[in-house]
């Protein structure tokens, strides 16, 4: 069959050209006579391949000297759990509680130091980015720049002097530009917008390592997880190799301040469609709306669920929303093509004249 729009949060579309070199070395990569998969994690060909990737994300993320990049496993949910083991130091700790998965790091962080919540949307449902107070002693500042379940963004960092500022930015990583020397950590599940699930990105600025408390697991220790170059265990070789393929990508794209630009239109042709509809309604505040994951609703389930099923018949596949709140969602990462945003489009119109 025909390849699909797949508009699913995570693990959701890779680039087609990342797709069909993956195809054209599947079972033998270069002149190793085997493939990735079939690779030691310390043999001179995988490490040729490792070195090129990290290399690969420093350079298209502007990542300075003095952070260490790391490829970790266990998701964004082992790095709720790794930064306050970290970073906490007897200490106490600022989160942003912006979303699903930014309350459940700061519920995580909770196990290993205080945690003060400084600006919470919850009681709102999370539909738009809080106001916070920071503490001037914390240990460090936790944001999750995209909230991929309730479809917002930060707009903007928060000025935090000299305490390191920590962001998830698993479901936004890549699609902007971002200066990293504003941040301590940046931590990323990969499965969004970089490779398929099971590898993690890991940027630490090297001053925060070695703080960690004595319970951390060494594979949980950013210091001796970049002193062991990301190899206190076997890494995720596979899909760190794809992650170097969409590196690439990247750069023939022209970079990400390219692919930003790109994404901001995809989001204003289904925003601006959303807005002047007479069905279909938005559920972010539009200050704070996210450019990777559009949520919308008509109003109805039983609609809702209906124009699920027929999108996916046209192959507009995975627009169901999150099972906590309903509705659909658009996941437009950067391998969705400006063309498939027009597909849904032209589909929403098509379905707003049967049923408004």
């Keep these: 069959m025909d390849r699909v ?18 195809q054209e070395e599947l079972l033998c990569y270069g002149n190793t006579g085997m493939s990735v998969m079939e690779m030691s994690h310390r043999s001179k060909m995988y490490l040729e391949i490792f070195d090129r990737t990290v290399a690969g994300l420093r350079e298209v993320m502007g990542v300075p000297e003095g952070y260490k990049i790391m490829f970790v496993q266990g998701g964004a949910t082992a790095m709720f759990a790794s930064v306050a083991m970290n970073l906490m130091d007897g200490g106490k700790a600022d989160y942003i509680d912006s979303g699903n998965f930014a309350h459940n790091a700061l519920v995580e962080a909770q196990k290993y130091g205080e945690v003060v ?9 999370y539909a738009y980015i809080p106001d916070y107070k920071l503490s001037p002693d914390a240990k460090y500042v ?11 963004r930060w707009d903007h960092l928060p000025d935090t002097g000299s305490v390191p500022l920590v962001a998830d930015m698993s479901s936004n990583i890549l699609s ?22 099971g590898v993690v990105i890991l940027i630490v600025r090297e001053d925060l390592m070695g703080h960690e408390l004595p319970i951390t697991p060494k594979v949980m220790s950013f210091k001796k997880m970049a002193d062991a170059d ?20 990247i750069r023939a794209q022209g970079g990400v301040a390219a692919l930003e630009k790109v994404n ?16 279909f309604h938005g559920t972010a505040r539009r200050k704070d709306r996210s450019r990777m994951n559009v949520t919308f609703v008509t ?9 699920v099923k027929e999108a996916a018949a046209k192959g507009l ?8 709140v309903g509705g659909m969602r658009a996941s437009i990462y950067n391998a969705m093509p400006i063309e498939g945003v027009q597909a849904l489009v032209n589909f929403m119109k098509e379905f707003e004249a049967g049923h408004a």
């Design 5 to 22: 729009y797949n508009f699913a949060p995570g693990p959701s579309m890779l680039p087609l050209p990342v797709l069909e070199k993956v």
């Design 117 to 125: 919540v400084a600006g919470s949307s919850r009681e709102d449902h």
């Design 142 to 152: 936790h944001i999750t720049t995209n909230n991929t379940i309730y479809g917002t």
């Design 176 to 197: 902007e530009v971002y200066d990293v020397s504003k941040f301590g950590v940046i931590y990323a599940g990969a499965q969004k917008n970089v490779a398929p699930a």
């Design 230 to 249: 990301s190899m206190l265990n076997t890494p995720n070789c596979f899909g760190i190799y794809v992650a170097g393929l969409v590196f690439d990508w």
């Design 264 to 279: 901001i239109e995809k989001a204003k042709l289904l925003y601006g469609f959303l807005d002047d509809s007479r069905l």
């Design 299 to 307: 109003g109805d389930a039983d609609l809702d669920a209906q124009f």
């Design 317 to 324: 596949c995975n627009l169901k929303g999150h099972r906590i």
